[in-house]
């Protein structure tokens, strides 16, 4: 299935289901405001960098671990 991501002004991270339109996972952020959120082209790693990071550095996550 599909899956876009975006950012959300409650500081979260929304993946979504593209068919249904709905939210599959909100993924907390306490680093701050995400700046930028993308899926790796095969959809199985997600990165995110965001606002208040204390070493500008970008957080990369599996996508397999963040659908359970």
């Given at each position: 299935?599909?899956?876009?991501?975006?950012?959300?002004?409650?500081?979260?991270?929304?993946?979504?289901?593209?068919?249904?339109?709905?939210?599959?996972?909100?993924?907390?952020n306490p680093t701050g405001e995400v700046v930028e959120a993308v899926?790796?082209?095969?959809?199985?790693?997600?990165?995110?960098?965001?606002?208040?990071?204390?070493?500008?550095?970008?957080?990369?996550?599996l996508a397999d671990w963040l659908m359970?």
């Amino acid at each position: 299935c599909k899956r876009v991501v975006s950012r959300s002004l409650d500081l979260t991270i929304k993946i979504w289901d593209v068919e249904s339109g709905e939210v599959v996972k909100t993924i907390p952020n306490p680093t701050g405001e995400v700046v930028e959120a993308v899926f790796s082209p095969d959809g199985k790693q997600l990165m995110w960098t965001s606002t208040r990071s204390p070493d500008k550095s970008s957080q990369l996550f599996l996508a397999d671990w963040l659908m359970k």
